[in-house]
């Protein structure tokens, strides 16, 4: 629902176009390197090893994959449930704001289209890595094998030139199997939620 209203006020404030980046400096943040690397190949694989450690040895990951596996359980076990779901917005929603940055310096521009089908690939590398769309299990190390299976496709395709809504399509049926053979798997080993 929010995914919705936000994407249409990014339409109502472009009018619908690109609007481009005038100010050279713009694109400083896609040229810079660091031993070969983009600076923001750096940057994801530090903000990966810091989720990693937060979410498998910190008191803080311990309880989202609480709330995650069991609301309820959650809040009678005493987690302030609601503040701490406030607080993963919050986070999600800043490393949402940098990948935003990132992208227009490296296009020189602005446009509500761009990443228009983030959520279904983000989703789908999450469920791909191990992740249970009911909650509390996956991590970091399987997305991201999520995710370089779901870029390696998506590069493939389109270096064979394959349409743009081909490649979505091909997302949405790995989504599907990933979660057919998530929940299958569930069943063969007893847990019916």
């Known amino acids: 629902m929010q995914w919705t209203v936000t994407t249409g006020l990014a339409y109502t404030l472009s009018r619908g176009v690109t609007i481009p980046l005038r100010n050279p400096a713009a694109g400083v943040l896609a040229d810079r390197t660091v031993g070969g690397l983009s600076w923001y190949v750096l940057a994801f694989a530090l903000a990966s090893v810091i989720a990693f450690a937060m979410l498998r ?28 779901t406030v607080l ?33 690939s983000s989703i789908a590398a999450v469920i791909l890595g191990g992740a249970s769309l009911t909650g509390g299990v996956g991590g970091v190390p399987g997305t991201l094998i999520g995710v370089l299976v779901l870029g390696t496709i998506s590069n493939g395709m389109a ?20 979660v057919g053979f998530g929940r299958l798997r569930a069943v063969l080993s007893g847990d019916s939620s």
């Open 159 to 178: 270096l064979m030139q394959v349409p743009a809504f081909y490649q979505q399509i091909a997302t949405g049926v790995i989504l599907l199997l990933a």
């Open 57 to 84: 040895y910190t008191v803080f990951g311990r309880m989202l994959y609480a709330i995650g596996g069991n609301r309820d359980a959650s809040r009678l076990a005493g987690l302030r449930v609601d503040l701490l």
């Open 88 to 120: 993963v917005y919050m986070l999600c929603s800043m490393m949402a704001a940098f990948a935003g940055v990132v992208v227009s310096s490296q296009l020189l521009a602005g446009s509500a289209t761009v990443g228009a089908d983030a959520a279904l």
